[in-house]
């Protein structure tokens, strides 16, 4: 049996912010990109605190995984006609802006945002699963 989802729940008073720790990915996306509001050496990791819920929203839209939404909040796709392709330090390769991608079964999918392992270790593979946070790549 597989176990129950965490979703840890973090509000100012006008957002909650949302994060599933098993969804993320170890982008570092959001450490890097509001560093006042998500720090891992601090408990609770996020302060909400720490930026304006303007800002919050921005940086949530960027997480690769959606390890972190807002609650109530449905992101519309990004209707962007150019790809952005990120090398993550030690992680992921991050494309965002449309990639199709084709499997070995010859079907397609489209996604918005996807990062694809480096590592080679992921349960997900090839898509990246946070695995390669364990060890340095
Ligand atoms: S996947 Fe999302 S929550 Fe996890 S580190 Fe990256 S931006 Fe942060
Ligand atoms: S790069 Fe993330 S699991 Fe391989």
Known sequence: MSEPAIVKEYSNDEITVLWKPQ????????????PQVFDLKRKPWVDIKGASSEEIVKLVKDCPSKA????????????????????IPHGPLIIRGGATVK???????HHETV?????????KYP????TH?????
């Open 103 to 109: 499997d070995r079964k010859d079907e397609t999918v």
């Open 68 to 87: 972190l939404s807002i609650k109530g909040v449905k992101f519309k796709e990004v209707d962007n006609s150019s790809t952005e392709v990120n090398l």
């Open 127 to 130: 898509y990246c699963d946070g």
């Open 23 to 34: 969804q993320c990915i170890h982008s570092g996306i959001c450490l890097r990109g509001l």
């Open 115 to 123: 990062s694809f392992c480096r590592c080679g270790r992921s349960g």
């Open 133 to 137: 946070a364990q060890k340095k790549i």
